[in-house]
């Protein structure tokens, strides 16, 4: 099933603490899990962590990479309003 994403979580908040999450328009940061160019649009997997985005899949555009990654290297990106949609 495809969902449309929210936000990107930006902390780690134990219990009953507040949860920062950052929605629409905005600069945060993301954990890739792979390999991410700089410029590149990001979605989210199951997870809910950074990949490049894989056209055809029908996943929101969530974000665009401001740097490039290796895995699990965590990086700025730029959000955007969630999209789905061709690339």
Do not use: H
Not at 18 to 41: M, R, S, Y
Not at 43 to 57: P, T
């Amino acid at each position: 099933a495809i969902a449309d994403a929210m936000g990107v979580l930006q902390n780690k908040p134990d219990s009953g603490q507040t949860a920062d999450v950052l929605f629409g328009d905005g600069e945060g940061l993301w954990k890739c899990v792979g390999v991410v160019a700089a410029g590149g649009q990001l979605q989210s997997d199951a997870n809910g962590l950074a990949v490049a985005v894989v056209a055809g899949n029908g996943l929101p555009i969530i974000g665009i990479a401001l740097e490039a990654s290796a895995a699990n290297d965590i990086i700025r990106y730029q959000a955007t309003y969630a999209v789905t949609g061709e690339v």
